[in-house]
């Protein structure tokens, strides 16, 4: 009794103590000019600096946030990781409106957590041109779970990012117009001539039967890669047999980050926020949204250590050199091996365009399957080996000496187990996508073509997530901490985010515990705007002031997976006008084809289809269309088509009904059918990579119509071409696309 | 003659420098050591630092001294260092990566000499800091006798995993001198037992274990030095917990200061076969 009574009192005071502690910051979101890369280019600042400032509070105090939005534009500030009511989670159109030009928004909410955390803005791609930044949460100096000799440690917040000279609403564009420039700018087209000059024409060809296009480990090409907003940096204040804390939050929009360092090992005390028991590794991957504080000691003097951060794909880094002194250099991470890549990926590709795992469970990022693209870990490329590889060979840990941290090695310091004897509501998503259009979904549905999933408060969530696409997605929860079931019992992991490869299942669980509207997203930032999500929302809660109009909120934030990109080329050619227009979306396409002459006996003609995809693989498209051509007295005259009706070239003007589908080595059939009852059988395959910048296309079809051309791509949307058409003879051209 | 011969010579040297501008815009130079040993360096280091119509480099074998000249709007001295020490060589701002050092033909392994030794690390700082009592430090001296015959145990079982018979043999005679160079008296009465009984097996296993560079000979003699060793540190402890392991294909043990496996008795072929059955604290 009396111990209870000293125990109220001693928070009492603890609460009478801190309570009161406003810490308030004002942040003026502005435009302005960067230039990274010798290029001066638009960017969006907060008081002044990207990254964003770093914004610290100890566990206990009130927040207090206003924000000032001096742009043109729309915007908002997520708290990513931050137990907070729902109101100020920060997503526009979900659990606020979003905050107009030229007005302040203030966010305040009691800091009840500690740890590394970081925040950015979720509105549309401004994430990606500067709005992100570190939130660091200080533990209580009386905190019971105070650890000596790595909480009082000097602490650094790092956050992670990347740049590109490109708008990112055309980068967007350009991914889900199936543009490859992104990796000709990487070097990763891994055309025909590549592969045959690597001994791998048959893994290629394999590839494009199984319908893949070449793949990477990642979407864009960046022109930097960041660290506290600079590509190299120095904490010189740190000597010879200090330990740092560093607090890393990767705040990339669609990288993941290597971790090494040249001091030895990194040991790694907290994961997106919460304690860890400490587990040394010699390497990380930090994915997109995660944080992880890590602690490096600096082993000699008047040197300083790389600390280095390198995207997946391996193209740049970025280095901070910790220590004074001379600078010690890390090991590069060596190029990857594409074409092994490809060929692991074909033989884990069913002829249906599902992911066949071989009997390999696999979960927790233990084993991975890039692991064949890895030099450092497999060796340098080699021919070919037609091994039948098994479990232990994507086995990083167990291939080579070189440790590298796996969710498996996460382990709590503390009992993190979920309330007992209440109600457990299962829930099971397939992570799905279409690499081709650039469709991102859960069990193929985008956001704005499914429900709210209702949870009651009190209930535990368990969700299984399976990857059945074939690139890897940080899945983050809004407002609650999960445990990730990783074999660790009762001491599971607590993280709001989960990495998870292709062809991974794992498991997570949460006390659903706070009202609200919470998103369920894919942390790729292209990948969310594509609509890979969910949305939880608590059943019987109280409305949320902040949405005054909800059904016009829901309207705007299905908007931006709803939303259509355009893209159009045209072929200005010595015997007349190539060219196509398409405007396209999740599931929809309007395009246009034309072909125009010079003269009447080129003539002209322009075909249109609306269609739409259906599948997960979007390799069937149904579609409506209308077909409009004249000449007058063609060079390549037929009486009549393969089938024997009366070829009407000269002069049509019909509609039409038909239906695409992509076969095996990408080659779309079509057939089609007309209002005057001709019907017409299509072949066509575009963009054959034949080396790094030249592409090749075939087209033939029962009208005894035949094309084929070669495009030589000299930039982003310039090209020369040659091409010989069956209606238009020789041409010489040269191609601009948008 | 002897003007037209000037007249030459201006000419020449005209062509040269504009011949120069029209590689290297704004070009600045400056003067920096590297450190490299022989021709075959030169070619290396001027070639990772060099980059057309951006940077030129120029290093002189005895000197060491590099010429750097690049256009100062696109890059800087550091930029091309790093290059350099990315290949191999040090400079005064830059140490190459162990790596990239240790890649080097022969001939171009120079002395680091801008390398500052790395200093004792923390482990054994703490371990120095934990002694209390005047007993704990006579304990901890014990261990330390036989700690350099466990370290070189423990090398000696990295060169077979990794299946390199050179270096096991290496390591194998290193095992032998820390053999010979403990001194008996020192050891507590319990070690000192078992060291009797295992000391004449460890040496002549040493012994053979480096006079063969055939891995598989060596793998053999390495399951009776195994056994001996584990009857050792079992008595007289290490200064972290090592990790008593056993392979079912080989029906053998080793020890190991990881609790991951890596199979020293099959080196990459069944590198995670075996699962650890002691752990010694």
């Not at chain 1, 969006?44 to 610290?56: D, E, F, R, Y």
């Not at chain 2, 011969?5 to 070009?27: C, E, G, Y």
């Not at chain 2, 050891?187 to 006079?211: E, G, P, Q, R």
């Amino acid at each position: 009794m009396n111990n209870f009574r000293l125990i109220v009192l001693f928070f009492f005071v603890v609460l009478s103590v801190n309570a009161q502690k406003t810490v308030r910051y004002d942040l003026y979101v502005r435009d302005t000019i960067v230039n990274f890369t010798g290029k001066p280019k638009r960017a969006i600042a907060v008081n002044g600096q990207i990254p964003m400032p770093t914004l610290t509070f100890t566990e206990g105090d009130i927040a207090e946030i206003y924000v000032h939005n001096e742009l043109e534009e729309d915007t908002s500030l997520h708290w990513h990781g931050l137990f907070l009511p729902n109101k100020e989670d920060g997503v526009p159109n979900l659990t606020q409106m979003p905050i107009k030009p030229h007005t302040i928004h203030k966010y305040t909410f009691p800091i009840i957590q500690n740890g590394t955390h970081w925040y950015h803005s979720h509105t549309e791609l401004q994430e990606q041109i500067g709005m992100y930044g570190s939130f660091v949460l200080n533990k209580r100096a009386n905190d019971p779970t105070f650890r000596k000799g790595i909480d009082d440690l000097p602490t650094v917040p790092v956050i992670l990012s990347e740049w590109t000279d490109m708008d990112p609403n055309n980068v967007h564009r350009l991914l889900h117009n199936a543009s490859d420039w992104f990796a000709i700018q990487k070097g990763t087209t891994q055309s025909y001539s590549e592969a045959i000059k690597a001994g791998h024409f048959k893994t290629k060809v394999t590839n494009e039967w199984k319908r893949m296009n070449a793949m990477d480990v990642s979407d864009v090409y960046y022109d930097k890669f960041l660290i506290n907003g600079k590509s190299e940096s120095q904490l010189s204040q740190f000597k010879s047999g200090d330990k740092v804390r560093l607090r890393v939050s990767n705040g990339g929009a669609s990288t993941n980050f290597w971790l090494t360092y040249a001091g030895g090992k990194i040991t790694v005390v907290a994961n997106d926020g919460s304690d860890v028991e400490p587990v040394e590794v010699d390497r990380l991957l930090i994915a997109a949204s995660e944080t992880y504080d890590v602690v490096v000691i600096i082993p000699a003097d008047k040197t300083a250590y790389e600390f280095m951060a390198t995207s997946e794909d391996r193209t740049k880094s970025s280095s901070l050199y910790i220590g004074n002194g001379i600078k010690q250099l890390v090991d590069p991470l060596p190029k990857l091996k594409y074409f092994e890549g490809m060929k692991m990926m074909n033989d884990m590709m069913k002829m249906n365009g599902d992911l066949d795992d071989m009997g390999m469970s696999m979960s927790l990022n233990q084993m991975d399957m890039n692991v064949v693209m890895y030099p450092e870990i497999t060796g340098e490329a080699k021919g070919k080996s037609d091994k039948k590889m098994t479990g232990d060979d994507y086995n990083s840990n167990k291939l080579s000496d070189i440790t590298t941290l796996n969710y498996a090695m996460l382990k709590s310091p503390m009992k993190t187990t979920l309330p007992k004897d209440v109600p457990v509501k299962e829930l099971r998503f397939e992570l799905t996508g279409n690499m081709n259009r650039y469709v991102w979904s859960l069990d193929n549905k985008v956001v704005s073509e499914t429900d709210k999933i209702l949870i009651k408060k009190g209930e535990n969530v368990r969700i299984v997530l399976h990857n059945g696409s074939m690139m890897r997605h940080p899945m983050h929860l809004h407002g609650h901490d999960f445990r990730l079931l990783n074999g660790q019992g009762d001491y599971a992991p607590l993280k709001n985010v989960v990495d998870i490869m292709p062809m991974e299942t794992d498991t997570l669980e949460f006390n659903a515990n706070v009202d609200g509207d919470w998103f369920f997203h894919c942390h790729i930032l292209y990948h969310m705007m594509s609509g890979m999500g969910r949305i939880f929302s608590y059943e019987n809660q109280p409305p949320n002031p902040l949405i005054t109009n909800p059904k016009l909120a829901q309207r705007k934030l299905f908007a931006d997976d709803r939303m259509f990109h355009f893209m159009a080329e045209n072929d200005f050619a010595t015997n007349g006008n190539d060219g196509e227009a398409m405007y396209a979306n999740t599931r929809w396409s309007i395009g246009t084809e034309w072909r125009l002459g010079y003269n009447d006996m080129h003539g002209y003609e322009v075909e249109t289809h609306i269609g739409r995809y259906i599948g997960k693989m979007q390799w069937l498209m149904p579609f409506v269309g209308f077909d409009w051509r004249y000449r007058r007295m063609g060079i390549d005259e037929h009486e009549q088509n393969l089938f024997g009706q009366a070829d009407t070239k000269d002069n049509r003007a019909v509609f039409s009904a038909g239906v695409n589908y992509t076969l095996p080595l990408l080659i779309i059939a079509q057939a089609e059918i007309f209002t005057d009852g001709n019907l017409r059988l299509q072949f066509e395959r575009k963009d054959i990579p034949v080396s790094k910048r030249l592409r090749m296309s075939l087209m033939w079809n029962t009208d005894k119509e035949y094309m084929a051309g070669l495009r030589y791509i000299v930039r982003r949307n310039f090209g020369i071409t040659t091409h010989y058409d069956s209606d238009m003879g020789v041409g010489f051209g040269m191609s601009l696309n948008y | 003659m002897n003007s037209l011969k000037k007249i030459m010579m201006v000419a020449l040297t005209m062509l040269s420098i504009t011949k120069i501008d029209a590689q290297i815009k704004n070009a600045k130079t400056e003067v920096v050591k590297i450190y490299g040993n022989c021709g075959m360096c030169k070619s290396k280091i001027e070639k990772a630092g060099s980059l057309k119509n951006i940077a030129q480099v120029s290093w002189d074998k005895e000197t060491k001294m590099a010429t750097l000249s690049y256009d100062a709007s696109k890059t800087n001295q550091e930029e091309i260092l790093k290059r350099i020490a990315l290949a191999g060589y040090d400079s005064d701002v830059f140490l190459a990566p162990d790596k990239a050092y240790s890649s080097l033909d022969e001939c171009c392994q120079y002395d680091r000499e801008a390398k500052v030794p790395v200093k004792a690390d923390a482990k054994t700082d703490a371990i120095g800091m934990t002694v209390v009592n005047p007993s704990s430090v006579s304990e901890s001296q014990k261990a330390n006798e036989l700690q350099s015959v466990f370290e070189s145990y423990f090398l000696l079982k990295d060169a077979l995993i990794k299946g390199e018979g050179k270096l096991a043999a290496e390591n194998s005679q290193k095992l032998l001198t820390a053999i010979t160079a403990v001194k008996m008296e020192t050891l507590s009465m319990d070690v000192h037992m078992v060291w009797m009984k295992v000391l004449n097996d460890l040496t002549a296993d040493s012994k053979n274990i480096s006079a063969t560079q055939d891995i598989k000979k060596q793998r053999e003699i390495f399951k009776s030095l195994s056994k001996n060793s584990y009857e050792l540190i079992k008595v007289s402890k290490f200064s972290e917990p090592v990790y008593y392991e056993y392979c079912p294909m080989a029906d053998a043990n080793w020890l190991s200061k990881e609790s991951v496996i890596k199979n020293p008795y099959y080196g990459s072929q069944m590198l995670s076969c075996g699962k650890v059955v002691e752990t010694i604290k």
